[in-house]
Nanobody, 126 residues
Framework: HVQLVESGGGSVQAGGSLKLTCAGSAYILEQCGMGWFRQTPGKEENLVSVLDSDGITKYSDSVKGRFTISEDTMKNTVSLQMNSLKPLDRGIYYC?????????????????????WGQGTQVTVS
């Protein structure tokens, strides 16, 4: 069953902003690192950002300085604030979760490392 749900996608012009939200169960957010991945047609998911279980944030080079990942523990959500959006940011955004502490040190980089996935929310930039 689906254990993560994304929302907040939409269409925006270049330079605009969107905030994506991923809702999950309390145990997932307490136990797992949370990742955001972007998929374009015909291609695999690429890492956008990760908030690991130690509270450390990581970002792909293409979004550094523009995107911010954060957690709201009271609402059991993780958000991705996306500013200064560019056409290269377009795609379907998925949130994912995995107990990264149980995996090898660089597991956070790869979509295949994550056990739980949402159904995605689409972002278009014109």
């Amino acid at each position: 069953h689906v254990q993560l749900v994304e929302s907040g996608g939409g269409s925006v012009q270049a330079g605009g902003s969107l905030k994506l939200t991923c809702a999950g169960s309390a145990y997932i957010l307490e136990q797992c690192g949370m990742g955001w991945f972007r998929q374009t047609p015909g291609k695999e998911e690429n890492l956008v950002s990760v908030l690991d279980s130690d509270g450390i944030t990581k970002y792909s080079d293409s979004v550094k300085g523009r995107f911010t990942i954060s957690e709201d523990t009271m609402k059991n959500t993780v958000s991705l604030q996306m500013n200064s959006l560019k056409p290269l940011d377009r795609g379907i955004y998925y949130c994912a979760a995995e107990d990264l502490g149980s995996r090898w040190p660089e597991a956070w980089k790869y979509a295949s490392s994550y056990r739980y996935w949402g159904q995605g929310t689409q972002v278009t930039v014109s």
